[in-house]
């Protein structure tokens, strides 16, 4: 069955690029995030993950683990990380999962066989420090993903969870935030938003961003 936002992320256990991956200690107690994509030795997946090792750093300021996955065998990630480095300028700086026996990619239902039978789809979960599925995204194999995109998601549902805050249409980092209507008492509010807040309508409360 497919994985729904607020399931616990299944664990399992694979090799990879960085050695063998035991899921749920390899993210304990941290944010990750898991991606398949179709085929090593393809070009829109050589472009996607050079984009990821380039943002690593990215991910890393936000308390992010990444792991990239795809059904080949470990020995076609490595021959293709050279591919990676030598054409997208950046070295492969994560795990790539070697998912050869279909483990993890059954797990998270990422082969859809009316697309394809044999190869993942280019499936996104984030993972909170909960273990739990905050966010989940398909894309077609000849679409590359965003993944500036996956990172707005990750700084939204991080400020969510530490600001009682929701986040509007296209927010972009920095931009007003939405109070969640769940924070009603005024000693709160007072205490969560001290920049103040506009009510515009008593379900509608907009307020500077508060970590900056
Ligand atoms: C690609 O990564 O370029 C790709 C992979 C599978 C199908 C279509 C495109």
């Not at 063998?20 to 090593?40: C, Q, R």
């Not at 990821?52 to 990239?68: I, N, S, Y």
């Not at 991080?158 to 939405?178: E, F, R």
Request: charged share 25%; proline share 8%; net charge neutral.
């Amino acid at each position: 069955m497919a994985l729904r936002l607020g399931d616990t992320a299944p664990d399992f256990t694979q090799n990879s690029t960085a050695g063998e991956i035991k899921f749920h200690k390899a993210i304990e107690g941290g944010w990750a995030v898991l991606f398949s994509h179709p085929k090593d030795f393809t070009p829109v997946c050589t472009t996607e993950l050079g984009e990821v090792a380039r943002l690593k750093p990215e991910f890393d300021k936000r308390g992010v683990k990444v792991f990239g996955l795809s059904v080949d065998p470990l020995k076609d990630h490595e021959a293709w990380s050279g591919d990676i480095k030598e054409t997208q300028g950046t070295a492969l700086n994560f795990p790539l999962i070697a998912d050869a026996d279909r483990k993890v990619a059954t797990l998270y239902d990422m082969i859809h066989p009316n697309a394809n039978d044999t190869l993942t789809v280019r499936s996104v979960f984030v993972i909170d420090p909960n273990k739990k599925v905050r966010l989940t995204i398909t894309y077609p194999a000849p679409t590359g993903r965003n993944f500036e995109e996956i990172l707005r998601v990750i700084d939204a549902l991080q400020l969510t969870d530490k600001h009682k805050v929701a986040t509007p249409v296209n927010w972009k980092d920095g931009k007003d935030v939405i109070i969640l209507p769940s924070v009603q008492d005024e000693g709160e509010l007072k205490k969560l938003f001290p920049k103040g807040y506009k009510t515009l309508k008593p379900y509608l409360r907009v307020t500077p961003q508060p970590n900056r």
